[in-house]
Nanobody, 125 residues
Framework: VQLQASGGGLVQAGGSLRLSCAAS????????VGWFRQAPGKEREFVAY????????GYADSVEGRFTISRDNAKNTVYLRMNSLNSEDTAVYYC???????????????????WGQGTQVTVSS
């Protein structure tokens, strides 16, 4: 499956963005999906996940209550709604997908088989 992330950009602190991750080349509804981010000089970190059905989601503590992951399997797309953005959210955001992940491993990037190219989010203070 191929993943294409989009929706990044420059936003002021306190603002919102919605990222999209469009999938092609596979049965998207079979895939668990995660969002990760990487800031300059830092390691890639987990942001949010959605199990294949969308019925189970999880978030990093740093984004809990501000970010919402959702998916539309009919459109082969997963979204990340980001509210109340701050400068610490500045990073390249990546979507990833996999079928072999168990619930306890959804926050580990090593468990994902497919990655999108990333979309830059810059929050100005």
């Amino acid at each position: 499956v191929q993943l294409q992330a989009s929706g990044g950009g420059l936003v002021q602190a306190g603002g919102s963005l919605r990222l999209s991750c469009a999938a092609s080349g596979g049965t998207f509804s079979r895939y668990h999906v995660g969002w990760f981010r990487q800031a300059p000089g830092k390691e890639r970190e987990f942001v949010a996940y959605s199990r294949w059905s969308g019925g189970s989601t999880g978030y990093a503590d740093s984004v809990e209550g501000r970010f919402t992951i959702s998916r539309d399997n009919a459109k082969n797309t997963v979204y990340l709604r980001m509210n109340s953005l701050n400068s610490e959210d500045t990073a390249v955001y990546y979507c990833a997908a996999g079928t072999r992940l168990i619930l306890s491993n959804m926050r580990n990037p090593d468990g994902y088989d497919y990655w999108g190219q990333g979309t830059q989010v810059t929050v100005s203070s």
